[in-house]
T-cell receptor
Framework: GNSVTQMEGPVTLSEEAFLTINCTYT??????LFWYVQYPGEGLQLLLK?????DKGSNKGFEATYRKETTSFHLEKGSVQVSDSAVYFC???????????FGQGTTLQVKP | KAGVTQTPRYLIKTRGQQVTLSCSPI?????VSWYQQTPGQGLQFLFE???????NKGNFPGRFSGRQFSNSRSEMNVSTLELGDSALYLC????????????????FGPGTRLTVL
């Protein structure tokens, strides 16, 4: 079945460091891929998305490229800020299931 | 435009009781999905409703049920609560569930945190 695997956290970085959170997926067909972010005490917010191979999603300095050959969608940011501290979820949507499938989430802590 | 609202935000129940959670989608959204979030299992899909009909269902026991009203508001019910049902329950709405193959962004509410004692 469809699944998403994320690197385990927590990830602790200093402000202005480079961020990479790995995400790989298993799916039949051509799923859409997403990164969601969850701040403490809040629901999930869509951070970025990509709907087909080689698409690059980007938002707020974050970016991720849909790599079909490696079934990956790694999240990157060149310079993290303390305000980026949150839990990040990689997810896929496959039209024939009608649901989002999430990875386990990666906690990011950015220290000043 | 108001976001997805969920009530109540916090609930404490005891084993064996039942509970009903409510979700009001964004105006104009007809699809509502429910997810359970726990530290051990992460985010898991419960079910999705569209036009008052359950269109998709996750792998949860029959104790978990839901419904959707004509105004698209949705409720989920958990009967005979177990300790393992303690979780954050998230509701998400979208314009359409996208089962035709195209994705319509799901907007999440803040969740209801259920604690079962």
């Amino acid at each position: 079945g469809n699944s998403v695997t994320q690197m385990e956290g927590p990830v602790t970085l200093s402000e202005e460091a480079f961020l990479t959170i790995n995400c790989t997926y298993t799916a039949t067909g051509y799923p859409s891929l997403f990164w969601y972010v969850q701040y403490p005490g809040e629901g999930l917010q869509l951070l970025l998305k990509a709907t087909k191979a080689d698409d690059k999603g980007s938002n707020k300095g974050f970016e991720a490229t849909y790599r079909k050959e490696t079934t990956s969608f790694h999240l990157e940011k060149g310079s993290v800020q303390v305000s980026d501290s949150a839990v990040y979820f990689c997810a896929l949507y496959s039209g024939n299931t009608g649901k989002l499938i999430f990875g386990q989430g990666t906690t990011l802590q950015v220290k000043p | 435009k108001a976001g997805v609202t969920q009530t109540p935000r916090y609930l404490i129940k005891t084993r064996g009781q039942q509970v009903t959670l409510s979700c009001s989608p964004i105006s104009g959204h007809r699809s509502v999905s429910w997810y359970q979030q726990t530290p051990g299992q992460g985010l898991q899909f419960l079910f999705e409703y569209f036009s008052e009909t359950q269109r998709n269902k996750g792998n949860f026991p029959g104790r978990f049920s839901g419904r959707q009203f004509s105004n698209s508001r949705s409720e989920m019910n958990v009967s005979t609560l177990e300790l393992g049902d303690s979780a954050l329950y998230l509701c998400a709405s979208s314009v359409d569930s996208g089962t035709s193959g195209s994705y319509n962004e799901q907007f999440f509410g803040p969740g209801t945190r259920l604690t079962v004692l």
